[in-house]
């Protein structure tokens, strides 16, 4: 059962969320929900995020919206994204940010690399990230910000070599330009923020650092600087062996936005820590489960906050690095891009990445409103996107989403309270 007060904290900043959204605000992705249409998209609400709100006892959920291409598409006819917004009023959903990171099906019987598809090097990817700004510009609430993450720019091929970063940055800098023109005429201020992640055309900090400085800063003007920024996934951070405060000030010391936090957990293996062959087998036996066949699951070996390899994925990870009959089996910790829930430090022989979290949030309860120009260096958003629940191993596994969903906000609402007493004191 939900431990009482904390579901009361949660209750109590849902309700203070709904007044300022400029202030930290958090909810939980919605693509962890299947659906392609704005149908589909205001059922799964009604089915999950509807009973979450009911557990927690919020007035208002704030939502992280998933919207397929074809919600949006949707979406931008007539009067239909006006008409949305009153319905998620209506229902008590707070729209806050969008998950702009998966265009197509999220929830196709194999997703793996099609997730990164199409890149920020084509016209398609611009398209559909306007369509998603001119959609949150109407269901948030007026004078309230906005975030929309999206991918890093696509998946490593010879295209990247070929004009490909160029015509990536084009399309970027349109986006901020829009942005910029939305913000003068309305007020309205949203971040497009890209979100690195493991194995991508930008998977550490260093790298995003890199780009920006070379791709969108250099000869652009103030648009590129407050509209454009990183989502960062802590998740995604901890498979890279990043130090999370780290990564954070590398951003901080370039004037990178952070537009939101997603806050997640990665699958820590700890093959240093077993002691006998036999521990490592059970290790290993474990590890086997998390190899499914629908999303990647990249996976890293390192130590502390050194990344020495990173494969592609876990079955690769596994045939590499522990082939058959092989002896000694791994010493090193290995860290899988596996979303598992964030209230879960560890479970059988494995661990979790979870206590990064609140590395993240104190760093941020003490430099987000460090001032870039006129505005804060951190938007305040985060996200809980644990997107992996369908395809957890049993072990993991909860009898009811929406429960599984409400324990998370329930954990994170722990995590920033702890943080926020601890810098009190």
């Avoid at 059922?43 to 919600?71: F, T």
Wanted: proline share 5%; aromatic share 10%.
């Amino acid at each position: 059962m939900l431990l009482e007060s904390q579901a009361k904290s949660v209750t109590e900043h849902m309700r203070d969320s709904a007044v300022m959204l400029t202030h930290p605000t958090f909810g939980y992705c919605t693509n962890v929900h299947a659906g392609i249409t704005l149908e589909q998209a205001k059922a799964n609400l009604l089915k999950y995020a509807g009973r979450v709100r009911e557990a927690i006892g919020a007035e208002k959920l704030p939502v992280g919206l998933w919207l397929a291409e074809e919600a949006a598409q949707e979406l931008a006819t007539n009067n239909a994204a006006e008409d949305f917004a009153a319905w998620l009023g209506e229902h008590g959903f707070l729209p806050y940010t969008l998950n702009g990171f998966p265009q197509g099906n999220f929830h196709q019987d194999v997703v793996k690399l099609d997730v990164y598809r199409p890149t920020w090097a084509e016209k398609s990817r611009r398209e559909y990230t306007s369509r998603l700004i001119s959609i949150l510009d109407t269901l948030l609430p007026e004078g309230h910000t906005g975030s929309i993450s999206t991918l890093p720019l696509g998946w490593p091929d010879a295209s990247w070599r070929a004009g490909g970063l160029d015509a990536a940055a084009h399309n970027l800098l349109a986006i901020a330009e829009q942005l910029a023109s939305l913000f003068d005429e309305t007020g309205r201020e949203i971040v497009l923020a890209i979100e690195p992640e493991p194995g991508c055309q930008l998977n550490t900090a260093e790298e995003v650092v890199a780009f920006f400085e070379r791709y969108i800063f250099a000869g652009s003007g103030t648009a590129a600087r407050r509209h454009l920024g990183v989502c960062h996934d802590v998740c995604h951070s901890g498979v890279m062996f990043e130090s999370q405060t780290g990564a954070l000030e590398a951003y901080r010391n370039a004037g990178i936005r952070i537009g939101k936090v997603q806050v997640s957990s990665a699958v820590h293996v700890p093959w240093d820590q077993a002691a006998t062959h036999d521990a490592k087998q059970q290790i290993l036996e474990q590890l086997r489960q998390f190899d499914e066949p629908k999303y990647m699951h990249q996976t890293s070996r390192g130590w502390g906050n050194e990344l020495e390899e990173l494969a592609s994925d876990l079955p690769a990870a596994l045939a590499d690095w522990t082939p058959e009959g092989s002896l000694p089996l791994p010493d090193q910790p290995w860290r899988v891009h596996f979303h598992v829930p964030i209230f879960v430090h560890d479970f059988g022989s494995l661990q979790t990445t979870a206590s990064q979290i609140g590395e993240v949030v104190d760093y941020l309860a003490t430099n987000g409103q460090t001032a870039l120009d006129s505005y804060p260096w951190f938007l305040g958003h985060y996200e809980v996107e644990t997107y992996a629940w369908p395809v957890l191993p049993k072990e993991l596994q909860v009898n009811d989403l929406a429960d599984g969903i409400s324990k998370e906000l329930i954990a994170f609402e722990a995590i920033r309270q702890s943080s926020i007493s601890d810098e009190r004191t």
